[in-house]
């Protein structure tokens, strides 16, 4: 059974930095995309960024473009979102997810099969 375990969440002021980890067990994580999502309250689940089997390919919502870097270590089965220049617009639920039987990294949902259950982020301004 594959397990995504996010770490790195905490309160910041704005224009702040966090690191953002993910650790993931039981599954073939290196040959599988991953990716992270957000979720404000009162809104839904967004995607954020996403990276391909090795790292070589990556994708952005268009919010965090410039400021937000995924990237992965596959000797180490974590997924990494290192966010710089952080706004309160940025405060949100963020999840990491992995796909099943894909090495192609993907801005949609539904398209992951397996979710972390979250780590918080506050931005204050």
């Known amino acids: 059974q594959v397990q995504l375990v996010e770490s790195g969440g905490g309160l910041v002021q704005a224009g702040g930095s966090l690191r953002l980890s993910c650790a993931a067990s039981?599954?073939?994580?290196?040959?599988?995309?991953m990716g992270w999502f957000r979720q404000a309250p009162g809104k839904e689940r967004e995607f954020v960024a996403a990276?391909?089997?090795?790292?070589?390919?990556?994708y952005y919502a268009d919010s965090v473009k410039g400021r937000f870097t995924i990237s992965r270590i596959n000797a180490k089965t974590t997924v990494y979102l290192q966010m710089n220049s952080l706004q309160p617009e940025d405060t949100a639920v963020y999840y990491c997810?992995?796909?099943?039987?894909?090495?192609?990294?993907?801005?949609?949902?539904?398209?992951?099969?397996?979710w972390g259950q979250g780590t918080q982020v506050t931005v204050s301004s």
């Open positions: 997810a992995q796909r099943r039987a894909s090495g192609v990294g993907t801005t949609r949902a539904y398209e992951y099969d397996y």
């Open positions: 990276i391909n089997w090795r790292g070589s390919n990556t």
């Open positions: 039981g599954g073939a994580f290196s040959t599988n995309a």
